[in-house]
């Protein structure tokens, strides 16, 4: 089980998606749109995980899987869909074995791309919300310092609440 580890803001955040995203632009070449940086690092005011997340829009999600090769040049571990439908997902670490970055690929006009990105740009814009998760986060890493997966399942009604608010889905697409 990985070490759940939620600290405070840190400003050096957006620098260092700003870094990996440029490396990821290279790697993917002109099958991508656009790089987003997703996930609670994003949210400059929040605890979070110290782990960069980053969604990269392509037009072609096949394209993605004939540049693995280039992704894991930068240090990335393809793990094909991980869990969500149509998303190719990578994850990184630093020599320590310690998870730095998470990149999330899914198609223009996928509706995960309209979850994540309407997400945190209402934790950006409701600034009670997003300390309310930002408690969350903290109470659940402290309850489960050694449990990334209760970890997550403690975050889930939180998320899925926002989601349903920002983006009502029929059952079949959640």
Same mark, same amino acid.
């Given at each position: ?73 930068? %240090?990335?571990?393809?793990? %094909? ?94």
């Amino acid at each position: 089980m990985r070490k759940v580890a939620v600290v405070p803001p840190d400003l050096l955040w957006q620098g260092m998606f700003e870094a990996e995203s440029q490396q990821l632009s290279r790697s993917f070449g002109d099958n991508a749109i656009a790089i987003h940086h997703i996930g609670s690092t994003s949210i400059v005011t929040i605890y979070a995980k110290p782990i960069i997340d980053i969604l990269v829009e392509v037009t072609d999600l096949e394209k993605v899987d004939e540049r693995n090769h280039s992704i894991a040049s930068l %240090g990335y571990l393809a793990m %094909g869909e991980f869990g969500i439908a149509e998303r190719r997902f990578f994850r990184k670490d630093n020599l320590a074995g310690i998870r730095t970055h998470h990149v999330h690929t899914f198609e223009t006009g996928s509706p995960q791309v309209d979850r994540h990105l309407a997400f945190r740009d209402y934790m950006r814009s409701h600034p009670e919300a997003a300390q309310k998760y930002s408690q969350l986060k903290r109470q659940l890493a402290q309850k489960y310092p050694n449990d990334i997966e209760k970890y997550m399942d403690g975050k889930a009604g939180f998320i899925e609440a926002i989601d349903n608010q920002l983006l009502p889905l029929s059952s079949t697409e959640k």
